[in-house]
């Protein structure tokens, strides 16, 4: 009887050591965004983001004006969807992750390369929040440049 009580302790202390924290579900779904990227794929692309989700970027037009653009989460897919396969290698780093209850905040140094060639680079800024389905990306907004890459 000791020995089944240890061995069922011991399984839940395994288990529970094995438990996906909160931190490593909102980095998993943060990395499904870029391994749909990186196999063409939009239905896994879309799966991770929110019904209302908002995508921008922020660049330099041709006169140096810093403008925000806007692109729906479906035209984005449908982007991903028609890249080649392994094209789009969007390569980051977790640099910060904070969490309170249902919102997550995580910021992602980036250097993105198309066809194994350098394009550019720059910071995901990713707002995801906890939904019953899991952790959702409700905002994404980036920068992009050509220098001070990671």
């Known amino acids: 009887m000791k020995f089944l009580i240890a061995s069922f302790l011991l399984l839940s202390l395994s288990i529970q050591a094995k438990s996906q924290t909160a931190e490593d579900s909102v980095k998993a779904v943060v990395n499904q965004l870029f391994t749909a990227m990186k196999t063409s794929n939009a239905d896994l692309l879309l799966s991770g983001f929110g019904d209302s989700a908002i995508l921008q970027t922020i660049i330099a037009n041709k006169e140096g004006v810093i ?20 094209s789009l290698d969007e390569r980051i780093r977790f640099d910060m992750i904070k969490i309170d209850g249902a919102l997550a905040s995580v910021w992602t140094p980036y250097s993105f ?7 550019h680079c720059g910071v995901n800024s990713f707002q995801l929040i906890r939904t ?19």
């Open 67 to 86: 403008i925000v653009k806007n692109e729906s989460v479906k035209g984005f897919a449908n982007s991903i969807k028609s890249a080649p396969k392994g």
């Open 113 to 119: 390369y198309y066809n194994n060639k350098f394009s």
């Open 132 to 150: 019953l389905s899991g952790w959702k990306i409700q905002y994404l907004i980036d920068t992009r440049r050509k220098t001070g890459c990671l």
